[in-house]
């Protein structure tokens, strides 16, 4: 069963930047959709970006259009998350996971703050 690792978080100004990764295990990888999720404080876990398992095909959250870009290298078994223009708004923990969802990572956590 595939498993990720979320790495990258960190404390960030507001209108700063941050690039989070996401190491997959299993052989899998290249062959299903993934996508970055976040879930802040008492508030649900969201998708906020996806990507198609070539690259070619990509969703994100209106709320972070023009600001975040997923990307994903198969041959690394990674998934990237660059983040940029960060607002206090973006602060939760990050997830990975594969479309639909298989187990979760343990997050990683991004705090935008002044």
């Known amino acids: 069963q595939v498993q990720f690792v979320e790495s990258g978080g960190g404390l960030v100004q507001p209108g700063g930047s941050l690039r989070l990764s996401c190491l997959a295990s299993?052989?899998?990888?290249?062959?299903?959709?993934l996508g970055w999720y976040r879930q802040a404080p008492g508030k649900q876990r969201k998708l906020v970006a996806s990507?198609?398992?070539?690259?070619?095909?990509?969703y994100y959250v209106d709320s972070v259009k023009g600001r975040f870009t997923i990307a994903r290298d198969n041959a690394r078994r990674t998934l990237y998350l660059q983040m940029n223009s960060l607002n206090t708004e973006d602060t939760a923990v990050y997830y990975c996971n594969k479309l639909p969802v298989a187990s979760w990572g343990q997050g990683t956590q991004v705090t935008v703050s002044s």
């Open positions: 990507i198609s398992s070539d690259a070619r095909t990509n």
């Open positions: 299993g052989s899998l990888f290249s062959s299903y959709p």
